[in-house]
C-alpha cells in the first residue's frame, strides 16, 4: 500500500515562494506518474503539475507555467513542488497523488490511485 505524506504548505505574501513536499512509502514510486492537484473552496480539483514515471515528460497547468517546477528524487522517494512568485490566487489545499505504471501523465484526478492528505497554501494580497 503506497502513502504519501505532504508538507510546506502554508501563509506567504503574494510574490513569495513556498516548496511543498510530498514523501512516499512503498516500492512503486520510481515507476509511478506523479502529479500534484490543487482544490480552492467551492472548486472542482484541478492538476497543476505532474512528472511521468520516466521523467521524460512534466506538466504544467497554464495558470502556474513558468512559476511552478515540479521534480522527484527517487532516491528519497520524494516529490517537490517548488512555487514561485505565488499570487492570491494559487490559494487552495494542494494534494500530491500517485499512479503506478501509467504512461504520460494523467490529468484527470480519477486516474490516479494514491492520495496524499492535503495540505493547505494561503496567498495573502
Known amino acids: 500500500q503506497v502513502q504519501l505524506v505532504e508538507s510546506g504548505g502554508g501563509l506567504v505574501q503574494a510574490g513569495g515562494s513556498l516548496r511543498l513536499s510530498c514523501a512516499a512509502s512503498g516500492r512503486t514510486f520510481s515507476s509511478s506518474a506523479m502529479a500534484w492537484f490543487r482544490q480552492a473552496p467551492g472548486k472542482e480539483r484541478e492538476i497543476v503539475a505532474g512528472m511521468s514515471r520516466s521523467d521524460i515528460n512534466t506538466y504544467y497547468s497554464d495558470s502556474v507555467k513558468g512559476r511552478f517546477t515540479i521534480s522527484r528524487d527517487n532516491a528519497k522517494n520524494t516529490v517537490y513542488l517548488q512555487m514561485n512568485s505565488l499570487k492570491p490566487e494559487d490559494t487552495a489545499v494542494y494534494y500530491c497523488?500517485?499512479?503506478?505504471?501509467?504512461?504520460?501523465?494523467?490529468?484527470?484526478?480519477?486516474?490516479?490511485?494514491?492520495w496524499g492528505q492535503g495540505t493547505q497554501v494561503t496567498v495573502s494580497s
Open positions: 497523488a500517485v499512479v503506478p505504471r501509467r504512461v504520460g501523465v494523467p490529468l484527470l484526478p480519477v486516474l490516479y490511485e494514491h
